[in-house]
């Protein structure tokens, strides 16, 4: 599966959290306010993540409606271990130390990382 550029990802994301088929005027009120983005640059990169097989338009009157054909987790799994290995060498604690490093790690942190400690723990 090819990683996606991030103006994509942005509306793949969008989509995937719509949970039904969206149309482009939905898409362009879910995206980041601080983002200038005129409507024809929506459908060049909708027209994109289209032919490479990552969504589906659907036509009602006037309006499309756009449909993830790939689903989420499989998706941002395989380009997280795509990452973990390019830039970590594939090593979790490189990685948490280069997203930590001289923060302070709150509470919430580092309960969520031991839930997903223990998680894997007990898998084995």
């Known amino acids: 599966m090819k990683k996606l550029p991030d103006a994509e ?4 994301m969008i989509i995937w959290d719509a949970k ?6 939905e898409i362009e009120n879910r995206m980041d306010e601080r983002r200038d983005v005129v ?3 929506i459908l060049s990169l909708l027209s994109r993540l289209e032919d ?22 499989p998706y941002l799994k395989e ?21 930590y490093d001289g ?10 990382l031991q839930e ?4 894997k723990t007990a898998q084995k």
């Not at 039904?20 to 005027?25: D, H, T």
């Not at 923060?103 to 969520?112: F, Q």
């Not at 997903?116 to 998680?119: R, V």
């Open 9 to 12: 990802l942005e509306l793949m």
């Open 20 to 25: 039904e088929p969206i149309s482009r005027i």
């Open 39 to 41: 409507p024809s640059t």
């Open 52 to 73: 490479r097989g990552f969504i589906s338009k659907e036509k009602h009157g006037k309006i499309n409606y756009y449909n993830a054909l790939v689903d989420k987790e």
């Open 79 to 99: 380009t997280g271990k795509s990452i973990l290995k390019r830039m970590f060498g594939g090593s979790l604690s490189n990685f948490a130390a280069a997203l």
């Open 103 to 112: 923060e302070e790690l709150s509470d919430n942190d580092i309960a969520e």
């Open 116 to 119: 997903f400690i223990d998680s």
